[in-house]
């Protein structure tokens, strides 16, 4: 039993975490840097002009991407909350706290690209009928929720697990009122199905790029996180030996 | 202010006994708030004036004719509601958490989800009740058609109890914050948005000639969510914030 739960808790030591990453690094960051290079280029050069929409197209390829990562910081905070709550874990906690912010920025940066798209598309900046939009703007204003209660309660333990409670509820939640909303009125293209078809609306030439811009998103998401999680173990943990040691090494 | 108490004399006894202490703590709890609620009539008078007076605005900022008001008739009082509800959450357990009663209610031996509740339940027999009383008349200031009242009430009646509930958990997610409204706002809004959804739904339908059943049905499951589920968040967030 011992053996096999090991890795668990080794996962939640920040030393651990720490040397792990610095080791991760280099290869995600260059990484996140070649799939950003080759979906940028191939979105903004070599993708044909969409027979209806023209070059905005182009938006849909970070857009999607940009929304596909946003909708999965609320199932992490959750995650590493439950985590928090349960065993009581540092690390998770100081993932989750960085998560929040990063969410936001997600989100907004959501909402900022569909409505730019949307500008020309729709010719319109904000829609209300489309369900997407109002979702995410609830979304965001969730996250807002929990970056101000974290901020609010002093005590940094309570307001670790009043966070984590708040972002598994909100968790819930936000699949509620993505449905509801859904309910209520949706003009929004629903998902177009992709297709093999060269040449074709959604063919393999666009959604191959935004296959490569979602992960290139998501390794986006992963080294911001390391590297805002890092800097918070250094901070937190300041007094502790190997930190000092480091901190020794840098000077 | 003594309320745990019949709860906490049965603390070593065994689990029938303790099994009536809940029921007995539950009423207790609940009478307790009541009476508390009577006595300090602002906090009930307050949220009432309020939606009645943001309703009386609508007419004035946006128009006059019936033609206009009475198709945001429904939309109007559900989000006075809610805005009212928001005003009057502040106050949930403010005062417990002043005197220290709510730490009491952390030490009883009976549940505190099921404590919780009752508390849930007198904050809304004297805030959620009186506006919802109070509705059918400002619907029919706002030209509501006759067909939309029974469904308007009954919309109301679901809904409310499942946006307090909510609320609870974000009050006590704030409890002694000092300043927490625009964070009690940020919380509660988003979770609300699903209810007002339905709510004002359930109402444009019964006015189109459909049937609102399936949207009312639709808040019930989400009242009975609630029910189950938002007093032990609540329980386990008073936990977390009072240590």
Not at chain 2, 37 to 57: A, C, E, G, T, Y
């Amino acid at each position: 039993m011992a053996g096999r739960w090991q890795w668990f808790h080794r996962l939640g030591s920040p030393k651990w975490f720490y040397e792990k990453t610095t080791r991760w690094l280099p290869w995600l960051v260059g990484a996140m840097a070649l799939f950003l290079t080759v979906g940028i280029v191939w979105a903004l050069l070599f993708l044909p002009p969409d027979y209806q929409q023209g070059h905005t197209s182009r938006i849909l390829v970070v857009h999607v991407a940009v929304a596909g990562t946003s909708l999965s910081f609320f199932p992490l905070m959750a995650v590493a909350g439950t985590v928090t709550l349960v065993w009581r874990m540092k690390l998770a906690d100081m993932v989750a706290r960085n998560a929040a912010p990063l969410g936001a920025w997600f989100t907004f940066l959501t909402l900022a690209t569909g409505s730019i798209w949307g500008s020309v598309s729709w010719g319109t900046w904000w829609e209300w009928t489309d369900s997407r939009l109002v979702s995410m703007l609830f979304q965001f204003f969730l996250l807002l929720g929990v970056i101000s209660l974290r901020s609010a309660i002093e005590n940094a333990e309570t307001a670790a697990r009043a966070c984590a409670l708040l972002s598994i509820v909100g968790c819930i939640n936000v699949v509620i009122i993505k449905y509801s909303v859904d309910w209520w009125n949706t003009l929004h293209q629903p998902s177009s199905p992709i297709s093999m078809e060269v040449g074709s609306p959604n063919g393999p030439e666009f959604w191959v790029a935004t296959a490569v811009m979602i992960v290139a998103v998501y390794l986006f998401l992963a080294v911001s996180l390391i590297l805002t999680t890092r800097n918070e173990i250094i901070q937190r943990e300041n007094k502790a030996q190997w930190v000092r040691e480091l901190v020794a090494q840098a000077r | 202010m003594n309320s745990p108490g019949n709860g906490a004399i049965n603390r070593s006894g065994n689990s029938a006994i303790n099994r009536a202490g809940a029921g007995a703590a539950f009423l207790a709890t609940l009478k307790r708030d009541l009476l508390i609620s009577v006595k300090r009539r602002n906090d009930i008078l307050n949220p009432f004036m309020f939606f009645i007076i943001v309703v009386s605005l609508f007419p004035i900022g946006i128009s006059p004719e019936s033609a206009m008001l009475r198709q945001i008739a429904a939309g109007v009082v559900w989000i006075a509601v809610l805005l009212a509800s928001m005003l009057s959450m502040d106050s949930l357990y403010r005062s417990d958490y002043e005197d220290g009663s709510l730490e009491q209610l952390l030490l009883s031996a009976q549940p505190l989800y099921l404590l919780v509740f009752a508390k849930n339940i007198a904050h809304w027999l004297v805030s959620g009740l009186p506006v919802i009383l109070a509705s059918p008349l400002l619907a029919y200031m706002l030209a509501l058609p006759a067909e939309g009242y029974a469904t308007l009430v009954l919309s109301l009646l679901l809904g409310t109890p499942v946006v307090g509930m909510l609320g609870s958990i974000a009050v006590a997610l704030t409890v002694g914050l000092g300043s927490r409204g625009l964070i009690l706002a940020v919380i509660t809004v988003p979770m609300s948005v699903p209810v007002l959804i339905f709510g004002t739904l359930a109402v444009q339908n019964a006015l189109a000639g459909g049937s609102p059943a399936g949207y009312l049905a639709l808040l019930g499951a989400m009242l009975a969510a609630s029910v189950g589920l938002a007093p032990v968040a609540t329980a386990a967030a008073l936990r977390i914030t009072l240590n």
